[in-house]
């Protein structure tokens, strides 16, 4: 699977932030007019709240579908649910996070990757890919990229990248280990800068998403070397703006494996994550999820 018929699916893009453009929406709701609304409308699209539509159709009156797409992302989130961009909601918006869809709908044709609507039950809040890594492949190879935008040099790079994927394989049946050799592993990860591979989903500098992470059986991540990375967590708690890597490693690798988005805060797979934080410990959640 090549990164085109990826990207015409659904992506993981870790750090889909908004603006604070949103900001001046606070208060808002159905009826009203402002020229950020086809911002807002743009980006419930790519969450999978609103129905994709051509940007020329997009207005900026606050209509009915908006108001129903702000009821579904309040509920997803554990807000009020009014429908009214009230200054919770807006705040939610804001933050940095994962930009994996949280509802992604059935696409054709079938050779494109897509999860499942969020599956919810008295034990699990996570969403499950329709396609997973087959049994007969538990035990999986990844690559670190050696490049020229590496942040780290890849001798302090591997223990940190190998204990995100530890965390994983104690709690899955999955085991990992990792190749110098990239043709024949099955994950690869690398540091990227705007243009890179094949891809087409170039990043866009320091303020752009921090990481995509294609689904099985891809297996690609490529990670924004624009952005502030740590990997001391001295260094990240007073370092401004910075991303903890094992952090986002850790959460990517989930959807590399076939993880959607958890409803649930304190799991790895929740889809914001706020800067110099660290967050490496799996949720029940999180366990419920790769051992579906």
């Known amino acids: 699977t090549n990164c085109m018929e990826w990207a015409y699916g659904h992506n993981g893009n870790f750090h889909y932030q908004a603006g604070a453009e949103f900001l001046q929406l606070s ?26 539509v051509a940007d020329t159709g997009i207005s900026r009156v606050f209509d009915e579908d908006l108001e129903a797409a702000v009821k579904n992302y309040q509920l997803f989130f554990s807000l009020n649910a009014t429908g009214i961009l009230d200054t919770a909601t807006v705040h939610q918006l804001i933050q940095p996070r994962c930009g994996v869809p949280d509802i992604i709908k059935d696409l054709a044709p079938a050779k494109f990757h897509r999860i499942n609507v969020t599956r ?59 190749t110098s050799i990239d043709r024949i592993a099955q994950l690869h990860i690398g540091f990227y800068k705007r243009q890179h591979l094949n891809c087409p989903i170039p990043f866009a500098g320091p303020n752009d998403m ?83």
Do not use: C
Request: net charge negative; proline share 7%.
């Open 27 to 52: 208060g808002y709701r159905i009826g009203q007019s402002h020229e950020v609304l086809p911002s807002l409308k743009r980006y419930l699209q790519h969450f999978g709240y609103l129905d994709t």
């Open 210 to 292: 921090l990481a995509h992470a294609f689904y099985p059986p891809s297996g690609k991540l490529h990670i924004n070397a624009d952005i502030i990375w740590a990997i001391n967590p001295e260094i990240l708690r007073n370092t401004e703006n910075s991303y903890d890597v094992q952090s986002v490693a850790l959460h990517e690798i989930g959807h590399l494996l076939g993880l959607g988005h958890s409803t649930v805060p304190e799991a790895i797979m929740y889809p914001s994550l706020d800067s110099q934080t660290r967050k490496v410990d799996l949720h029940g959640d999180d366990i419920a999820g790769i051992n579906a």
């Open 120 to 178: 919810n039950s008295s034990s699990s809040h996570y969403s499950l890919r329709n396609k997973r890594w087959p049994p007969s492949s538990m035990r999986l190879l990844y690559n670190i990229s050696e490049n020229e935008h590496m942040p780290f040099p890849i001798a302090d790079l591997r223990p940190v990248v190998r204990e995100a994927f530890e965390t994983w394989a104690l709690y899955s049946p999955f085991d990992f280990t990792e």
